[in-house]
């Protein structure tokens, strides 16, 4: 295994790390879950840099990525759904889409094509840590800011909007996958 699909892996070792800083309290617990997130988020830019300068691209990659990615950030979600800071509907939404598009890389691998991440989908992918990381810097009693709060409410519309667009370009791009049903 390469370092950039090693450092993928960590990202998906990191979620219930950042799920039990999340739910557990213990001094700074809002802190430690921040960090882990920041942390997690980061290594999806780096894998990616690694794997594109390095020519460490491989199909393992491509898939375990975007679902690193999937967890990372549903699993956010649904926290920050448990503490109501963001709607249910919306994270419906994400998991949708999510399981719509998981759905779609299926078929193609079934005919040996793998569909890798647009770029409509990478830009969801930070709308949505951006959204997340701002609530969760909400969540810092010093960081409790009704500024912030707005930020990262607007920023949770932004990721639907996001969340549709990537989900209809992916289908629209990747029609073809249905010819062979």
Known sequence: MNLPNKITMLRICLIPVFIIAFCCSF???ELTALIVFCIASASDA???HLARSRNLITD???FM???ADKLLVTSAFVCLVGVQFVPAWIV???LAREFAVTGLRTLAAADGVVIAASKWGKLKTVTQMIAIIALLLFMIPSMNFAWLWTF???MIYVCAVMTLISGIDYFVLN???FKSM
């Open 175 to 177: 029609k073809g996958v």
């Open 152 to 154: 990262g409410q607007i």
């Open 27 to 29: 001094p700074y617990h």
């Open 65 to 67: 990525d975007p679902l």
């Open 92 to 94: 419906i939404l994400i």
């Open 46 to 48: 780096v894998d990616g």
């Open 60 to 62: 393992f990659g491509k």
